[in-house]
């Protein structure tokens, strides 16, 4: 019988039903954070258990971390706690801790992947809901909650319920200047932000097929956002290329007979899904959220959504979302000033993020008063990145270049958005209060809309802004 | 590792209104700066019911006629965004036993039933009907019955659906799943020699 991808591993991975009719799923890798493990490892010494398979189990530190003052102890005593407590409980525990000083540290979903960690056909936990980004590598990967963090550890499973698949296919050809960012934007605000409650995501078509691996990471991280826990896409050459000579892949011919197990697992094209979703690329325009989910978006040359013009249903939370913003209704969005670009966290921190940013950004000038940050997703991206002179790119354009970290994703470490100041913002979260200030706004985009908004100060068509796609674009 | 088991679960109620209430509101991220659960449940909402300047916003959360509720009622899609526990950590630590909500996301839904917190759906009218009655009486009492999946207020009773998975395993006292999970380590290690790249 044909099976899908998610099928196949699911089944591989099933270790038995449990007696409330979930399904015991071993995981095969383990990432772990300072944020959501320490009280995890705390049961387990409650409970007198150690960690089951610490050789699969590997931890970083992202979240708290800070950007620019790099060394120990932190000027935040309650991050240099949880640094310490993540060292202590990985020695104690015995878990891989890609800790600063090893050059390795960097946000968890770029440092899986980049270890070669995230391999096709495995499956993937960790207490952190963007883990869903390890799917662009045909790898079931689920975001967890602290519980299981300890369900893990004790046990190398966990207690699951089998969700639906639905088959999401992009085809056609993506426009000039339109990323992977929009198109997994675009398909939040056709799906909406529950809508995937409940699904696995796999995503597919003609865009997919051309993407590179970290667009595809980019789609994937993003799945929760659209309710779904799990997002993935088959593995092709392209992965086993991008993954080929990582620290924790196979070598020789133990790499030659996992790349062929590797060729099996995707979806067979005649498998069943649940649903299928079908959309064209080019209906997909640069995109930038207007509200305080991330499913409230609109194409950069579409206007403010009116309260007024819509069904009863959705009227109260456009009203409560553009109170938070600060927006006017029908109003356009192109033009709206902003006060700081972050580009960065587990969406768009990649090499290529950069790479393409730097493209377009040689020798424009960030917009006087706007904070500009590019925080690399790890030390390793950071170093490539220099060794390639695009650190200073940014830097002479007038962004900060920073240590690798979650940073103003979240806001749990030093980097902060202050009152009502509004981000362009690579990130995925634009929630009320995400970026660290309760009455902080974010405006969600592609890395390159990030710096097409920093260079003019407000939020703009990065294809206007940099002529993208035009016959006449000089690359400085 | 024996547990309670969780039939019903029933006290005051307090009304948040709105949808896809995401855990960044329910705990702020900054408050996230700690290694055990303790403390988290006074930071609960934080911002939804405080000033910046720390005062109270005129909110249900802040009516001291509610201080002592047991049960939330909500909207659709509630918990969506981070996979943090701290947030139902949160919730049951202000003292909340159980959710009325349209909908759910579902890290939520599983971190909320690990804690032996009943996540009951119910339609928008009901949870409208149920709000306006502990709105006119705030010492109305709001019951959830989880072997029938009821909700019971005041002299009404209306259906409320729950996974039949989280009901199952909070009747049987097997919410915590840690146990189970233990108890199947022969096949654990049978499914990992098959699969021979998991230790």
């Known amino acids: ?476 | 590792m024996a547990l309670e088991k969780i039939t019903n679960i029933s006290g005051k109620a307090v009304y948040v209104p709105g949808d896809d209430i995401d855990t960044d509101r329910i705990i702020p991220a900054r408050f996230m700066k700690c290694i055990t659960f303790d403390g988290l449940g006074e930071f609960a909402f934080y911002d939804v019911r405080k000033n910046e300047d720390g005062s109270d916003k005129p909110h249900p959360l802040n009516d001291p006629r509610r201080s002592d509720a047991s049960i939330l009622l909500s909207g659709s899609n509630f918990g969506c965004g981070s996979s943090r526990e701290h947030a139902p950590q949160a919730l049951h630590k202000a003292g909340f036993r159980g959710i009325v909500a349209e909908s759910y996301a579902e890290i939520f839904f599983g971190n909320s039933t690990t804690l032996g917190i009943p996540c009951f759906s119910a339609s928008p009218e009901i949870i409208r009907e149920i709000a306006a009655a502990i709105e006119a009486d705030p010492d109305a009492v709001v019951e959830l019955d989880v072997e029938n999946t009821t909700i019971r207020c005041g002299d009404k009773t209306y259906p409320g659906e729950l996974r039949e998975s989280a009901r199952g395993a909070l009747l049987s006292g097997k919410w915590d799943p840690i146990a189970e999970l233990l108890e199947g380590v022969d096949q654990v290690e049978e499914t990992a020699r098959k699969l021979g790249y998991v230790g």
Not at chain 1, 48 to 70: M, Q, S, W, Y
Not at chain 1, 218 to 223: A, H, L, P, Y
Not at chain 1, 361 to 388: D, F, N, Q, T
Request: hydrophobic content about 35%; proline content about 5%; charged content about 25%.
């Open chain 1, 1 to 476: 019988m044909p099976k899908s991808l998610f099928e196949k591993v699911w089944e591989a991975h099933t270790v038995r039903e449990l007696s409330a009719g979930q399904t015991q799923l071993l995981i095969g890798a383990h990432l772990i954070h300072e944020v959501t493990s320490p009280q995890a490892f705390g049961m387990l010494r409650e409970l007198g258990l150690k960690v089951r398979v610490p050789e699969r189990t590997f931890a970083t530190v992202d979240h708290i971390v800070p950007t620019d003052e790099r060394a120990e102890p932190f000027s935040d005593a309650l991050a240099d706690a949880m640094i310490k407590e993540l060292r202590r409980n990985c020695e104690e525990f015995g878990v891989t801790y890609f800790d600063i000083a090893s050059g390795r540290q960097g946000i968890v979903h770029v440092v899986g992947p980049e270890q070669g960690i995230t391999q096709p056909g495995t499956t993937i936990a960790c207490g952190d809901s963007h883990t869903s980004t390890h799917g662009a590598f045909g790898t079931i990967a689920f975001g967890i909650g602290t519980s299981q963090v300890r369900d893990v550890l004790a046990t190398q499973t966990m207690a699951i319920s089998k969700p639906k698949l639905r088959r999401i296919n992009v085809d056609g050809e993506l426009p000039p200047g339109v990323y992977a960012k929009d198109v997994i934007l675009y398909i939040i605000r056709k799906l909406g932000v529950k809508g995937g409650t409940g699904f696995a995501y796999e995503y597919g078509g003609e865009v997919f097929d051309r993407f590179n691996m970290e667009e595809r990471m980019t789609v994937c991280n993003m799945s929760i956002e659209g309710g779904a826990r799990v997002g993935y896409v088959n593995p092709d050459e392209k992965t086993f290329e991008y993954l080929k000579g990582r620290p924790y892949c196979p070598k020789g011919k133990a790499w030659d007979e996992a790349v062929e197990r590797w060729r099996d697992l995707a979806s067979d094209s005649d498998c069943e899904y649940d649903d299928v979703v079908n959309f064209r690329a080019e209906d997909i325009s640069p995109s930038v959220t207007w509200g305080i989910t991330p499913g409230q978006g609109v194409f950069i040359d579409e206007t403010i959504p009116d309260p007024d013009q819509v069904d009863e249903s959705q009227c109260d939370s456009i009203i409560e979302a553009l109170e938070h913003m600060k927006l006017k209704p029908g109003a356009p969005i192109k033009g709206t000033p902003i006060n700081v670009a972050f580009l960065g966290s587990c969406t768009n921190a990649r090499l290529t993020d950069f790479q393409e940013v730097a493209r377009y950004l040689k020798g424009r000038k960030v917009a006087p008063g706007v904070k500009a940050i590019a925080v690399p997703g790890s030390m390793g991206v950071g170093r490539i990145c220099e060794e390639l002179g695009i650190d200073r790119v940014f830097r002479d354009a007038g962004f900060e270049w920073r240590g690798a970290g979650c940073s103003m994703c979240l806001a749990m470490n030093p980097d902060k958005l202050e009152g009502d100041q509004l981000c362009a913002s690579s990130s995925n979260r634009n929630f009320k209060g995400r970026q660290g200030s309760p009455i902080g706004r974010t405006i969600l985009m592609s890395p390159l809309m990030v710096a097409a908004a920093a260079v003019t100060g407000e939020v703009s068509d990065a294809r206007e802004v940099f002529g993208v796609g035009s016959p006449n674009l000089v690359e400085v």
